[in-house]
């Protein structure tokens, strides 16, 4: 199903909605299926609220360099690091791309130093 509608609470379309749910609705959403030839008006609630204290992460400047590991097979992997800039340290075996650049292509959970 595609989304082709995402209204934040209080816009044209979610008043009788924001009526029944009040503060616990999120938003209300559009979907459509092409197959069945249907449109789905959905809403996100919040069901519960519980303290929650963010976990403490390494700030790590968009500019550092990071070192990320590929497998000779993942071709399409690296000319993705060489567009975005990385480039192959063959000491090490380890591709070295900016931390921002990374990030950006997805490569967050392949980095192996900060």
């Known amino acids: 199903m595609k989304i082709r509608l995402n209204l934040k609470p209080g816009q044209k379309g979610t008043k009788k909605l924001c009526s029944k749910y009040g503060d616990t609705l999120v938003c209300v959403r559009y979907r459509y299926d092409e197959i069945k030839k249907k449109r789905y008006k959905t809403v996100e609630l919040i069901i519960e609220e519980t303290d929650w204290e963010p976990p403490v992460e390494n ?32 000491k090490n075996k380890v591709w070295e791309i900016e931390y921002g650049k990374a990030v950006q292509i997805g490569l967050e959970n392949r980095l192996i130093e900060i």
């Open 59 to 90: 700030k790590i400047d968009h500019k550092t360099i990071v070192k990320i590991k590929t497998a000779p097979k993942e071709i399409r992997l690296r000319n993705q690091i060489k567009e975005a800039g990385g480039k192959w340290n063959n």
